[in-house]
């Protein structure tokens, strides 16, 4: 079965400093991987993704992710936080199997950004 | 624009009441999804359904009931027998159950009286 561990519910940062949230995963088959962020009483929004090919994937926002299969983790990164950037986030995996059952999600981590 | 729309935002029912909240996507995807989210506890699936008139029990499901009578439409209730009720719910869409991220709606936040 496969799960997701983020490190840290609640991560503050000051603004211009470097965002660092983990994500760990666990599957039994090489799996595609998500960075979602979710504002307050707003949906999700995909952040990232690694499906195949390189490893370390850019997304929006000025936000990267690495995947590194000897460490199973997908940590998100941020040179500089802007104040914006405060809001929820979480990792999901999807892997073969049963697909509908298996994007799996995080338990998510809030950041926030101090002035 | 395509996307996703849930409605209402804000739903209230008192006890004992069935009440459905409304998902409509406008991406052609033939997978959908409704998630339950409460306070720290991330994203729980209730409900998946990879083609019209097929729906699929997630983690979560007693207490739920789902239609998919129409590709773009998937409209879940939440009867009385759901004893917490209270709580955000997010419906999703992706182009299909294999490996597809998933778009999701605004949300509606369902609180019982």
């Known amino acids: 079965a496969q799960s997701v561990t983020q490190l840290g519910s609640h991560v503050s940062v000051s603004e211009g400093a470097l965002v660092l949230l983990r994500c760990n995963y666990s599957s039994s088959v090489p799996p595609y991987l998500f960075w979602y962020v979710q504002y307050p009483n707003q949906g999700l929004q995909l952040l990232l993704k690694y499906t195949t090919g390189a490893t370390l994937v850019k997304g929006i926002n000025g936000f990267e992710a690495e995947f590194k299969k000897s460490e199973t983790s997908f940590h998100l990164t941020k040179p500089s936080a802007h104040m914006s950037d405060a809001a929820e986030y979480f990792c999901?995996?999807?892997?073969?199997?049963?697909?509908?059952?298996?994007?799996?999600f995080g338990p998510g981590t809030r950041l926030s950004v101090l002035p | 624009d395509g996307g996703i729309t849930q409605s209402p935002k804000y739903l209230f029912r008192k006890e004992g009441q069935n009440v459905t909240l409304s998902c409509e996507q406008n991406?052609?995807?033939?997978?959908m999804y409704w998630y339950r989210q409460d306070p720290g506890q991330g994203l729980r699936l209730i409900y998946y359904s990879q083609i019209v008139n097929d729906f699929q029990k997630g983690d979560i499901a007693e207490g739920y009931s789902v239609s998919r009578e129409k590709k773009e439409s998937f409209p879940l209730t939440v009867t009385s027998a759901q004893k917490n009720p209270t709580a955000f719910y997010l419906c999703?869409?992706?182009?299909?159950?294999?490996?597809?991220?998933?778009?999701f709606g605004p949300g509606t936040r369902l609180t019982v009286l």
């Open positions: 991406l052609n995807h033939d997978a």
């Open positions: 999703a869409s992706s182009m299909s159950l294999a490996l597809n991220e998933q778009f």
């Open positions: 999901a995996v999807i892997s073969g199997g049963n697909y509908g059952q298996n994007f799996v």
